[in-house]
């Protein structure tokens, strides 16, 4: 006991001077690394756009680039095989151009040295095992505990509508449990209730519950626990419903809730065996050591490892170890940890041959292969990548088409979906907005959920199945499910799940007209032309109007609405300092009135008809969204837009002057070939910008 008291010692004292500390300042100069530098924007360097034809592309400078939280999540779930997201309780990732992966804003504090530090500590020993903790098998009564909703009967919990009844639980280590929960239901409508059990306020698995009182049943659960410590384990009823003509009442019933677990307690990790592929007893400890680790860190550093690299890490932590009477395999796990906080995991390192140099040179291959599927997966090279990169052929643009569509059809992918498409089209915000339940009763967790499943669905579907980009404003079809339809007020076809539905018979189209961007452009209580039209200007044509002054008040509350918001606003907009900004997004917001505030749609605004008519700067009208969607369809800035919205994600910096001729040169090209998605992706992956880069001479 006294031995492992002083390992924690000797980790907690030295670690950040072993680890990320002293190797971050030892670096600064080779990786051009400047700490509290400020982004550049737009414009900021001077020098006006060179002409593709008189002067090479300039690829410009992208800040060593630090993996944010989805970055470092899906590193550590290919690295490692965890199925835990620890960069989740990590500090909110800062965001630049729209993006949480622009390298210029994303930097390290002391709180995020010491989040990797612990996180570093529990992957590892998930990883590799640990001393197993004594299992727990705690069953708890529900009837002694408390819900959001219902009442305690004598020998269960009456959840009566939605709402969960919850267990605190004390875990006793890392591991795999199994929660168990004994449920009933009292029958109404066509469906069983459902079940959803959680843990700490998300759900690990749903049931249908079609047993009643008679024959109760069990219901069963696993979770993946990444260390010790307190966990609240849930069993939720999501689908209340009360038959009017009846009064009959689905409600669900909860016995008991019991954990089980660690079901693996006192059995090594399957992921052990894949880094610990030695005996160091029969191949000698320093032999072992070295072949243990020099494979982790080609993995873990996204390049190869050189012998003096792992010498001097292992040198290091055998030594410390020794001194706190530490076994081979502490020494082996606290290595581990040093290169998990390393600045060659935590960050993606490009070297520059010469800091005084400016002319631009090409990646290494290595370095390609991590900006590669840092792009596409938000994750580290795979071993087909790393395999290409150690050939040294993965620069040959030939070998770059064929990788850019094979992890395109790769279901990590998927990150695409996610990080790129959940930020340029604000699906991400959508869990976050408040909606006012007792103006919208309609809206619920179900219809959200449902809409950011029809709009990751609807951008899946141009990135998986070669869709130009011109249906994206002004598809007569979508992708929902069967709450999203009624809410909608269309008829899906048969099946089940999220489904394709056609929109030519309804007043929909596109990616303006889906009840998330229409929602999440909305105030809680009521519409905003003035935000959808931002939204419209900002992420769709690149063209922001600028902030309100300082002195512009906002619209004012009417208890009592004089006239429809549209009125009320074109009498905010007499204002001049107002005029100039609102003449450019409120007209876009005004074709979308005809969609409340959670994208309903309606033909009046209370009492008032809506006019969804309008005319755009420029003389161009529109009579409601359709013939809006389309003459955003049409405007050149949209396919420019989107090419800008996807090479700044690539790249991981804002663009300025400076790439006008690569952008024009790529807009040109993939608007002759058709304006698919994929295409356009690979345009990128083979651009001066994305394959070279240059340094920075030093500020004098």
């Known amino acids: 006991?006294?031995?492992?008291?002083?390992?924690?010692?000797?980790?907690?004292?030295?670690?950040?001077?072993?680890?990320?500390?002293?190797?971050?300042?030892?670096?600064?100069?080779?990786?051009?690394?400047?700490?509290?530098?400020?982004?550049?924007?737009?414009?900021?360097?001077?020098?006006?756009?060179?002409s593709a034809a008189v002067a090479p592309l300039d690829p410009q400078r992208v800040t060593i680039h630090r993996l944010n939280r989805a970055e470092y999540n899906n590193t550590v779930r290919d690295l490692l095989g965890t199925r835990s997201r620890p960069a989740d309780e990590f500090a909110a990732d800062d965001r630049g151009y729209g993006f949480d992966n622009i390298a210029d804003v994303l930097s390290v504090s002391p709180l995020h040295i010491e989040q990797y530090d612990r996180a570093a500590e529990a992957l590892v020993d998930e990883a590799i095992g640990s001393a197993a903790p004594m299992p727990v098998r705690a069953q708890v009564e529900c009837e002694t505990l408390m819900g959001t909703v219902g009442q305690a009967t004598t020998n269960a919990w009456l959840l009566?509508?939605?709402?969960?009844?919850?267990?605190?639980?004390?875990?006793?280590?890392?591991?795999?449990?199994?929660?168990?929960?004994?449920?009933?239901?009292?029958?109404?409508?066509?469906?069983?209730?459902?079940?959803?059990?959680?843990?700490?306020?998300?759900?690990?698995?749903?049931?249908?519950?079609?047993?009643?009182?008679?024959?109760?049943?069990?219901?069963?659960?696993?979770?993946?626990?990444?260390?010790?410590?307190?966990?609240?384990?849930?069993?939720?009823?999501?689908?209340?419903?009360?038959?009017?003509?009846?009064?009959?009442?689905?409600?669900?019933?909860?016995?008991?809730?019991?954990?089980?677990?660690?079901l693996d307690a006192g059995t090594a990790p399957a992921t052990r065996?894949?880094?610990?592929?030695?005996?160091?007893?029969?191949?000698?400890?320093?032999?072992?050591?070295?072949?243990?680790?020099?494979?982790?860190?080609?993995?873990?550093?996204?390049?190869?490892?050189?012998e003096a690299e792992v010498n001097a890490i292992w040198t290091r932590f055998r030594g410390v170890t020794r001194m706190h009477s530490g076994t081979w395999e502490d020494a082996i796990k606290l290595s581990m940890r040093a290169m998990l906080v390393s600045p060659h995991f935590v960050?993606?390192?490009?070297?520059?041959?010469?800091?005084?140099?400016?002319?631009?040179?090409?990646?290494?291959?290595?370095?390609?292969?991590?900006?590669l599927s840092y792009f596409l997966w938000s994750s580290m090279p795979d071993e087909t990548l790393d395999r290409l990169a150690d050939g040294g052929t993965l620069h040959e643009p030939a070998v770059l088409r064929e990788q850019v569509q094979r992890m395109l059809d790769d279901p990590r992918a998927q990150a695409l979906t996610q990080n790129f498409a959940g930020q340029w089209l604000h699906t991400r915000n959508l869990d976050e907005h408040e909606v006012n339940a007792t103006l919208y009763p309609s809206f619920s967790p179900m219809i959200r959920s449902g809409m950011r499943a029809e709009t990751d669905a609807f951008f899946a579907h141009f990135l998986e199945?070669?869709?130009?980009?011109?249906?994206?404003?002004?598809?007569?079809?979508?992708?929902?499910?069967?709450?999203?339809?009624?809410?909608?007020?269309?008829?899906?076809?048969?099946?089940?799940?999220?489904?394709?539905?056609?929109?030519s018979s309804t007043n929909r189209l596109g990616i303006i007209t889906q009840g998330l961007p229409l929602t999440v452009t909305s105030h809680a209580d009521r519409t905003s032309p003035v935000k959808r039209g931002q939204w419209v200007l900002s992420q769709l044509l690149c063209a922001p109007p600028p902030p309100p002054p300082p002195s512009v008040e906002g619209l004012p509350t009417q208890m009592v609405p004089?006239?429809?918001?549209?009125?009320?606003?074109?009498?905010?907009?007499?204002?001049?300092?107002?005029?100039?900004?609102?003449?450019?997004?409120?007209?876009?917001?005004?074709?979308?009135?005809?969609?409340?505030?959670?994208?309903?749609?309606?033909?009046?605004?209370?009492?008032?008809?809506?006019?969804?008519?309008?005319?755009?700067?420029?003389?161009?009208?529109?009579?409601g969204p359709r013939t809006l969607a389309r003459l955003i369809q049409d405007d050149p800035r949209f396919p420019r837009c989107v090419t800008k919205q996807v090479m700044t994600y690539a790249l991981g910096r804002g663009l300025n002057e400076r790439d006008d001729a690569q952008l024009d040169r790529i807009v040109r090209d993939w608007t002759a070939s058709g304006q698919e998605l994929r295409a356009l992706i690979e345009r990128v992956v083979l651009s001066d910008a994305f394959r070279l880069r240059r340094a920075e001479t030093p500020r004098s």
């Open 160 to 262: 009566w509508s939605n709402g969960e009844v919850v267990a605190p639980v004390m875990l006793p280590g890392a591991g795999r449990y199994r929660v168990t929960v004994r449920a009933w239901q009292s029958r109404a409508g066509a469906e069983d209730a459902l079940l959803a059990i959680e843990r700490d306020g998300v759900a690990v698995r749903t049931h249908r519950v079609a047993v009643t009182s008679a024959a109760p049943a069990e219901y069963t659960a696993e979770f993946m626990a990444t260390g010790a410590g307190s966990s609240n384990i849930g069993a939720s009823f999501g689908n209340d419903f009360v038959d009017m003509a009846t009064m009959a009442d689905r409600n669900l019933w909860v016995d008991w809730i019991r954990v089980e677990g660690p």
């Open 465 to 503: 199945r070669g869709v130009s980009m011109r249906e994206f404003l002004v598809a007569q079809y979508t992708f929902i499910d069967e709450r999203l339809a009624g809410f909608y007020g269309v008829t899906l076809p048969a099946g089940t799940g999220v489904r394709r539905v056609d929109l």
């Open 1 to 50: 006991m006294q031995t492992m008291r002083s390992m924690r010692w000797m980790h907690r004292r030295t670690w950040p001077a072993l680890c990320l500390g002293v190797a971050l300042a030892s670096c600064q100069g080779q990786i051009g690394l400047r700490t509290g530098e400020t982004p550049i924007t737009p414009g900021e360097d001077g020098g006006a756009a060179d």
């Open 273 to 306: 065996a894949q880094w610990i592929t030695c005996d160091p007893a029969a191949m000698g400890e320093d032999v072992c050591a070295r072949q243990v680790l020099t494979r982790f860190a080609r993995r873990a550093f996204r390049r190869p490892a050189p």
């Open 347 to 371: 960050y993606r390192v490009e070297i520059d041959p010469s800091l005084t140099d400016p002319a631009p040179h090409p990646l290494t291959d290595h370095e390609l292969a991590s900006r």
């Open 562 to 623: 004089t006239g429809s918001l549209r009125q009320r606003l074109e009498a905010h907009r007499a204002d001049p300092v107002c005029r100039s900004c609102h003449d450019v997004m409120d007209p876009i917001g005004f074709g979308l009135e005809n969609f409340d505030g959670t994208g309903m749609f309606r033909s009046m605004d209370g009492a008032f008809a809506i006019d969804s008519t309008g005319e755009l700067p420029g003389g161009a009208r529109f009579d």
